[in-house]
Nanobody
Framework: QVQLVESGGGLVQPGGSLRLSCAAS????????MGWYRQAPGKQRELVAT???????NYADSVKGRFTISGDNDKNTVYLQMSSLEPEDTAVYYC??????????WGKGTLVTVSS
């Protein structure tokens, strides 16, 4: 089994920064995509950013230039550094793991609130 545990959410003022972490435990995969998705109240879950096991990254247009995703293979952890946060970034942020050819795994989510 695989467990994904997110941390780092909280309340931040507009223009502020937060760093989310997602620690994976259990089975280890060589080829995968890990990423962050978010779901705001009343909206569908959407992609924020992904990183492959080879280090390739992908970002939603709404966060390009403000968010950075990175991974630490030794710690089985993926990070999302969020800067210049806007109220529209308020959402529950979910960690996702897609091993090649296998089912997705999801974390339980961490709430990010951007408000003055």
């Amino acid at each position: 089994q695989v467990q994904l545990v997110e941390s780092g959410g909280g309340l931040v003022q507009p223009g502020g920064s937060l760093r989310l972490s997602c620690a994976a435990s259990g089975r280890i995969f060589r080829i995968y995509v890990m990423g962050w998705y978010r779901q705001a109240p009343g909206k569908q879950r959407e992609l924020v950013a992904t990183v492959t096991s080879g280090g390739r990254t992908n970002y939603a247009d709404s966060v390009k230039g403000r968010f950075t995703i990175s991974g630490d293979n030794d710690k089985n952890t993926v990070y999302l550094q969020m800067s210049s946060l806007e109220p529209e970034d308020t959402a529950v942020y979910y960690c996702n793991l897609k091993p090649l050819g296998m089912m997705d795994y999801w974390g339980k989510g961490t709430l990010v609130t951007v408000s003055s």
